[in-house]
């Protein structure tokens, strides 16, 4: 698809080239027939002034105050005239700068560089984005406790939340919580409280009589808060064979 749109542009670029290249010659050619067909004598004498003037004049293209009545033009109004000036050198240099500054941009940016100019700057204001997000998630994390713990809801959260499960928990709680080592996850049976706050401050501290470590020094309470969110998620979901009860009931 890049390399499609890459030969377009390409293609567009050399054809405007093309007109422009021809488009030039013909005004050039337009300029020089025009002028040979109204050669006369009085105007080889005009040309010939204009070539005797100094340097800085003719690049300006400025005529000698001795042609101003032979460039007055045929209308007029109020008694004001106008004279046959051609266009200010300056604004003729403006105006081709910009065409050519518009084919030296293309070709930089369009072919030799990216061309999807506004996708890459989108990606990469994304990925600075996602830097300062980690900041701001790395300092938010650290504010969560026992205390104002939430279960969460949002399914990138709870994602993120059966990646810690799936690294840290599986070895001992099974992978679909149903209890190895540690109890069973999925039924109405627990040890230390089936809470936000129980299931947190168990992760958090562990349960060392128990053989279960604290993961405090190996999770930031976000991470914990996660992880917590997505263990309330097992309950009820009725896995094979499920580890025997521990603990009491609490619906």
Not at 29 to 53: F, G, H, M, W
Request: proline fraction near 6%.
């Amino acid at each position: 698809m890049e390399a499609s749109y890459n030969l377009l542009l390409y293609s567009l670029i050399v054809i405007a080239a093309v007109l422009a290249v021809v488009m030039v010659y013909l005004i050039l050619l337009v300029r020089t027939v025009s002028k040979e067909l109204s050669r006369t004598p009085e105007t080889d004498l005009i040309e010939a002034e204009y070539q005797n003037q100094p340097l800085l004049n003719r690049l300006l293209s400025l005529h000698p105050l001795s042609h101003e009545k032979k460039l007055v033009m045929e209308h007029s109004f109020d008694g004001i005239a106008e004279l046959d000036n051609p266009t200010p050198p300056w604004f003729n240099f403006l105006f081709y700068g910009t065409i050519a500054f518009g084919f030296v941009y293309m070709f930089f940016f369009h072919l030799v560089g990216d061309g999807n100019i506004q996708e890459s700057e989108y990606k990469a204001e994304v990925a600075q984005a996602e830097i300062v997000r980690a900041e701001y998630m790395k300092k938010f994390a650290n504010s969560i406790n026992e205390d104002n713990v939430t279960a969460l809801t949002e399914p990138k959260a709870l994602a993120e939340g059966k990646v810690v499960y799936d690294k840290y928990c599986v070895a001992c709680h099974g992978t679909l919580g149903e209890g190895k080592v540690g109890p069973n996850l999925t039924d109405v049976y627990w040890l230390h409280g089936n809470t936000v706050k129980n299931i947190f401050h168990t992760i958090t501290e562990g349960v060392p009589q128990k053989g279960m470590i604290s993961w405090k020094k190996q999770l930031n309470p976000l991470q914990i808060q996660q992880v917590t969110s997505y263990i309330m998620t097992l309950q009820g979901t009725n896995p094979p064979n499920p580890k025997e009860p521990q603990g009491e009931a609490i619906n």
